[in-house]
């Protein structure tokens, strides 16, 4: 058996960014590592320029998170904003007055996170815990302007995997994003996707790939 620490994202609007550069911020359908990874280092307090310790936490977890299904159907909004002193064309150092920029937005989503521990983590479960029920700086659904409505802690949990311990919290149903590559799951089917949002501390705004493992139902659509 595994300890999870269970967290809840919750908020009217949520944005998890992926690669992008000035003209057009999208986002995922879920929580990316490099956003996770922000929100518990702002809960413990790492300060963003400390890259030892914020590669330290980076190393410390590995994580699933479903997609809740809940009443409410999850929406993309795409928001208008004006940037002064973007770069032009999106490369270089030559900078344009103001540029319009668009910033994507889910509405009415709803996450469940199973965090567990790598071995020799610098930042165990316990630790973790305590800082998302007495976060240090506020944490944040992606942006500032995306609000938690909710506590970040739900529980802890002991189970044979990633799959079993979501399982144990309500609501059961929904996509899984996980880093763990499960051989069987009963009654999902599996798909690999490779996505860019490994953070690297010491190359600031640079990303790894990694490889999600989608677990979803029949004919879901887990191509996003």
Same mark, same amino acid.
């Given at each position: 058996?595994?300890?999870?620490?269970?967290?809840?994202?919750?908020?009217?609007?949520?944005?998890?960014?992926?690669?992008?550069?000035?003209?057009?911020?999208?986002?995922?359908?879920?929580?990316?590592?490099?956003?996770?990874?922000?929100?518990?280092?702002?809960?413990?307090?790492?300060? !963003?320029?400390?890259?030892?310790?914020?590669?330290? #936490?980076?190393? +410390?977890?590995?994580? %699933?998170?479903?997609? /809740? =299904?809940?009443?409410?159907?999850?929406?993309?909004?795409?928001?208008?904003?004006?940037?002064?002193?973007?770069?032009?064309?999106?490369?270089?150092?030559?900078?344009?007055?103001?540029?319009?920029?668009?910033?994507?937005?889910?509405?009415?989503?709803?996450?469940?996170?199973?965090?567990?521990?790598?071995?020799?983590?610098?930042?165990?479960?316990?630790?973790?815990?305590?800082?998302?029920?007495?976060?240090?700086?506020?944490?944040?659904?992606? !942006?500032?302007?995306?609000?938690?409505?909710?506590? #970040?802690?739900? +529980?802890?949990?002991? %189970?044979?995997?990633? /799959? =079993?311990?979501?399982?144990?919290?309500?609501?059961?149903?929904?996509?899984?994003?996980?880093?763990?590559?499960?051989?069987?799951?009963?009654?999902?089917?599996?798909?690999?996707?490779?996505?860019?949002?490994?953070?690297?501390?010491?190359?600031?705004?640079?990303?790894?790939?990694?490889?999600?493992?989608?677990?979803?139902?029949?004919?879901?659509?887990?191509?996003?």
């Amino acid at each position: 058996m595994r300890d999870y620490l269970i967290l809840k994202l919750q908020g009217v609007m949520q944005a998890w960014g992926e690669h992008t550069f000035e003209g057009l911020r999208p986002s995922t359908n879920f929580p990316t590592r490099s956003a996770l990874t922000g929100l518990l280092a702002a809960c413990l307090g790492i300060d !963003r320029n400390d890259r030892q310790q914020q590669q330290a #936490l980076a190393n +410390s977890f590995l994580y %699933a998170v479903r997609q /809740d =299904e809940t009443e409410h159907s999850v929406i993309k909004m795409t928001d208008y904003h004006t940037v002064k002193d973007a770069r032009e064309d999106y490369v270089g150092l030559k900078s344009h007055d103001t540029i319009i920029t668009q910033r994507e937005y889910l509405l009415d989503a709803a996450f469940t996170v199973a965090i567990w521990n790598t071995e020799g983590a610098e930042y165990s479960l316990e630790q973790l815990k305590a800082a998302v029920c007495q976060p240090r700086y506020t944490p944040f659904l992606g !942006r500032r302007s995306c609000p938690i409505t909710r506590p #970040l802690y739900e +529980s802890r949990v002991q %189970a044979i995997n990633s /799959d =079993e311990a979501l399982k144990l919290i309500e609501p059961v149903a929904g996509v899984i994003y996980s880093e763990e590559d499960l051989p069987d799951v009963i009654g999902r089917n599996k798909h690999r996707h490779r996505v860019r949002d490994m953070p690297l501390p010491n190359q600031p705004r640079q990303f790894a790939s990694r490889m999600v493992y989608v677990y979803g139902k029949e004919n879901a659509d887990v191509s996003e």
